[in-house]
């Protein structure tokens, strides 16, 4: 299973850099033949923090909770394993919507501790989004991370993911289902085929039936 | 996302993705919406193409805020991934869905 980065390693990392900029930046980064990508800044200790399965079929990305906050990252991630095998567009919204919700789980619970109840009006919607992007722009989160690894063969497609926060499992305590948020185990179990909490709730499993 | 009203307030088209990033923009809409003089008001979202569980919460308050007027949201013509949203979620229930 992938490690959490810690310690930054350049010489024996052997992956690719991306700068955090952007979506396209991202695609480029995670372009083939690139097995690994890790987010500028962030520190790896022992190298690229992803296990070598000694296999080509495999694609991991460690970034900042801050850029999953700002940018469309699960997007980018299916369309880079898009590339590298070929999806049916329902296979693909199914990754694609999944990856989305752990994602900004990890963020808003496993990492910031978001109060759901905030997302009941519209009003509070902005609340929440002011209280993420004050917190992220602090140095208390500068190394809140988060480690996505997909491994597939022509039968089926795996993408763990996981995080260095305090860990949460969705549809418990303040995720319960409410009017503004809470779906998303819901979601979770729809789309993908199996679904496992690991380590606490810090590392989630995706399977995927292809 | 990118959004385009009719002219007369009551009806707006969604296009693009609907996430929680576009909290404010819908906050702007909602608004609106509010204002609009008709009974019904309508978001076509024949053209969206993605929607997350944020949005989803988003439209359930919009569809709350504008029942208090004693008046109805109406959603039209979800496609792919947002019809697919709308059925996991039981949103043919709690919304008014025009195919």
Known sequence: M??????????????????????????????????????????????????????????????????????????????????????????????????????????MHGHLKIDAALRDSLGGFGASHDIIAAQLDGDDFSQSRVSIDAQWTEERLVIAVHDNGIGYVPGTGRTAKRRGSGRGLLILEAFCDSVTHQNGGRSIILGFDL | MKIEFQANGARVSFSGDFTFADHAAFRDIAGRLLEAKDETVVIDLSQLQFIDSAGLGMLLIARDEVGKTNRKLVLAQPQGQVKRMFTITKFDQLFTIEA
């Open chain 1, 2 to 107: 992938m490690q959490i980065p810690a310690v930054e390693d350049r010489r024996s990392f052997d992956g690719t850099c991306w700068d955090g900029v952007s979506e396209d930046t991202l695609v480029q980064a995670l372009a083939a033949p690139a097995l690994v990508c890790v987010e500028a800044g962030l520190l790896i200790e022992g190298g690229s923090g992803c296990d070598d399965h000694g296999s080509p079929n495999r694609l991991g990305l460690t970034l900042s909770i801050r850029s999953i906050f700002r940018l469309a990252i699960a997007k980018a991630f299916v369309m880079a394993i898009d590339r590298r095998l070929p999806l049916c567009r329902e296979t693909r919204d199914r990754v694609h919507t999944a990856l989305h919700e752990v994602l900004l789980n990890a963020v």
